[in-house]
């Protein structure tokens, strides 16, 4: 070892007390790769932690995984793994891995203080979880407030083709990366131009996987991002106490995820309608079909059959663009929260953006069905 460690860690202790971590990782850094020990591995991933580089913490947390070995060594790689998803805004992440932490070292002789950590972590949980069912109780409201505010005879009656453009409301105001312009409401089978069409194929390979016809329909009934309502289902049957299936079959991991689910949507059940989260399957299915459809991937039949398809499960599930609004704000939320390893704030950001595009749309003045 060309540098004397215990001088090292000591002068690493100094700067981390005086937050000096951009300085801990550039003493670390100095270093090479084939002399850094795990515990100035540790510091690394502490330091980027801090600075927020997560992703780079993250490929950090990767190499040192399979050189922990000890109680001790787990402990502190779960630990560091738990505050990189702490500092990523998605405490409930973080809690598992802290729980394991504590659970491959019950002792804490890394002396991590992980009960306390772990109290403080599912304390901010719980003040999380409020704050997301007030927002949904807000949204509720406004939403509620925004429909009373047109009269039923003087909504808006629209024709088929044209009520299922405005069921995919917010991916038709979406521009896709590359393009300048949104696909909008005023044409039902509207093609992008021949310069356009390679680019939102790229978009739609690199986004969905979606390539051809086969992928397309890969993507609508199986992509888990976008069939939302029947995991909703699934979890709300649960809480029910009638599950849809042995949840104890679940890998500890997929088990995890599931009653995090289950936390957030209980959190917000008494804002949402019978179809729950429906209401965005249908909307992001409705843009990626027109997306698909515009650029050649769908044939007529098969975007025609398809746009009929999502129009009927939208009659069949709500009886008001009100209740679709609301799905549609619950849906965005839930949404974010899976794609953003289960955070919270994340999902409150999420909804706290789409809620007023939703409220200034024309959907409160279009007429149901």
């Given at each position: ?39 100035l ?5 502490s ?21 922990c ?19 990523n ?12 932490a ?43 407030a ?14 088929e ?32 131009s ?44 649960y809480?029910?106490g ?20 289950a ?35 769908l ?12 129009m009927?499960a ?10 679709y ?8 939320g839930f949404?974010?929260?899976i ?27 279009i007429?149901?069905?």
């Amino acid at each position: 070892m060309s540098f004397d460690e215990n001088a090292l860690l000591e002068r690493l202790d100094g700067l981390f007390e005086a937050d000096k971590f951009a300085e801990i990782e550039e003493e670390i850094r100095k270093i090479s790769r084939g002399e850094l020990t795990l515990e100035l591995r540790f510091r690394l991933v502490s330091a980027l932690n801090n600075q927020k580089k997560l992703a780079e913490a993250i490929e950090e947390l990767k190499e040192i995984e399979p050189l922990c070995e000890t109680p001790s060594e787990i402990a502190r790689f779960m630990y560091n793994t738990g505050y990189t998803h702490y500092m990523n805004d998605c405490e409930m992440t973080a809690s598992h891995c802290f729980k394991d932490a504590l659970a491959a070292d019950p002792d804490d002789t890394a002396g991590l203080e992980l009960a306390n950590i772990i109290e403080e972590c599912d304390g901010f949980i719980s003040r999380d979880l409020t704050e997301l069912k007030g927002f949904g109780r807000a949204a509720v409201e406004a939403i509620h407030a925004r429909f009373s505010e047109v009269k039923e005879k003087d909504r808006t009656e629209l024709s088929e083709p044209d009520f299922t453009l405005y069921l995919g409301y917010l991916a038709g105001i979406r521009v896709p990366p590359g393009l300048e312009k949104p696909l909008l409401f005023d044409d039902p089978i509207k093609k992008y131009s021949e310069e356009e069409k390679p680019v939102v194929k790229e978009f739609l390979r690199n986004f969905f996987g979606i390539t051809d016809t086969e992928s397309f329909r890969n993507f609508y009934y199986r992509d888990m991002s976008y069939n939302l309502f029947r995991m909703a289902g699934d979890v709300l049957s649960y809480l029910d106490g009638t599950p849809n299936f042995s949840v104890s079959e679940l890998t500890k991991e997929g088990k995890e995820m599931f009653d995090d689910c289950a936390e957030y949507l209980n959190a917000v059940r008494e804002c949402m309608t019978k179809s729950t989260v429906l209401a965005w399957d249908i909307s992001e299915k409705i843009g990626i079909a027109r997306h698909c459809y515009a650029c050649d991937i769908l044939s007529d039949s098969d975007f025609f059959g398809c746009m009929s398809a999502l129009m009927n499960a939208a009659k069949e599930n709500f009886v008001s663009f009100e209740e679709y609004m609301i799905s549609l704000v619950m849906g965005c939320g839930f949404f974010m929260f899976i794609s953003e390893n289960c955070s919270i704030k994340s999902a409150i950001g999420f909804m706290n953006t789409t809620l007023p595009m939703i409220l200034s749309s024309p959907l409160a003045e279009i007429k149901w069905g």
